[in-house]
């Protein structure tokens, strides 16, 4: 690594302990902060990539840096798309080495945009990740080309892949538990976690059924985000389970009364999501059913506006 992409290195990670330690920040702000300085700082390694090759690829955030969703532990989830006559090796070289040297968890790939939808059309996890994909650096077109593609690939194929969803997620509540009842809750993995309310973004980017408008939802989501913040502050690290001897300091960084108060609302948040999986699977259900019943391609759904079809 150069002197140069050292100095920015360095600087990036000033930039980002500043971030993560400033309290004026609220959590959804801090998670926003975080995501753009590391787009910026992408952006800057990716300037250095030789012409010929900067042309022919993309930098693409998925997963929760896709979502804009960065906290202070968070793994950087990257796809670096290429449209194959460039050499996608001296791209990745000057993005991942520097991630690597400054410490930080990278979950990486290198694909064209043909070979991203082969791995998404057998990967359930991949394809989730890949619905959140977000442009970063390099040419726009290549990431458009795979989000239309996935996108498509999605809604082609959700009469298959949503059962598939459907029963990995029934598959982790009986292994984790449900959120409402646990006393040391995983706020991701546990049924009504964060995984949870990903599958219900999942099943409305399918267009088989709508974003949940139970109340409380979109709340009760933004809240346990806010939780799992103030746990990754908290401890310092990459930890989603709420032991129980860290409910006493992540309650007082939320500036909650008491433990048993962070408790209660993470159950509280934890039963809304729950309640809503439970209305929406019972929907894709009737919705797939009803399809099979008919035969034929599903109903025409053509969108007016951002989330209006």
């Known amino acids: 690594m150069t ?46 990539v030789p012409g010929p090759d900067a042309a022919g690829s993309a930098v693409v955030a998925v997963g929760g840096y896709g979502r804009r969703e960065l906290l202070p532990s968070s793994d950087l989830d990257i796809v670096v798309l290429h449209d194959g006559r460039c050499d996608p ?66 809604r082609r194929t959700s009469a298959d892949r949503l059962p598939e969803l459907a029963a990995a997620c029934r598959a982790r509540a009986e292994r984790v538990g449900e959120l409402a009842h646990l006393l040391e809750p995983d706020l991701v993995q546990a049924y009504g976690g964060l995984r949870d309310s990903l599958a219900l973004r999942a099943v409305a980017a399918a267009w088989v059924t709508d974003h949940p408008r139970i109340g409380g939802v979109d709340e009760a989501r933004e809240w346990l985000l806010t939780v799992r913040d103030a746990l990754h502050r908290t401890t310092g690290r990459r930890y989603d389970r709420l032991v129980f001897q860290d409910h006493g300091a992540v309650a007082a960084r939320l500036g909650l009364l008491d433990a048993g108060t962070l408790r209660r609302r993470v159950a509280d948040a934890g039963r809304a999501l729950a309640y809503a999986a439970v209305v929406t699977w019972r929907q894709v259900d009737r919705t797939l059913r009803a399809r099979q019943r008919a035969g034929g391609p599903p109903p025409a759904r053509r969108p007016l506006a951002d989330g209006v079809l």
């Open 3 to 48: 002197q140069a992409a050292a100095a920015r290195g360095d600087r990036f990670l000033a930039l980002r302990q500043a971030v993560v330690a400033d309290e004026r920040l609220s959590p959804a702000e801090r998670r926003r902060a975080l995501s753009d300085l590391v787009d910026g700082w992408l952006a800057r390694c990716f300037a250095a």
């Open 89 to 154: 090796a001296a791209v990745a070289s000057r993005l991942f080495y520097p991630v690597w040297d400054a410490g930080l968890a990278l979950d990486h790939s290198v694909r064209t945009v043909d070979e991203a939808r082969s791995v998404a059309a057998e990967d359930l996890k991949a394809a989730l990740s890949l619905l959140d994909a977000r442009h970063v650096a390099g040419s726009p077109g290549l990431t458009e080309r795979l989000r239309a593609a996935v996108l498509a690939d999605w």
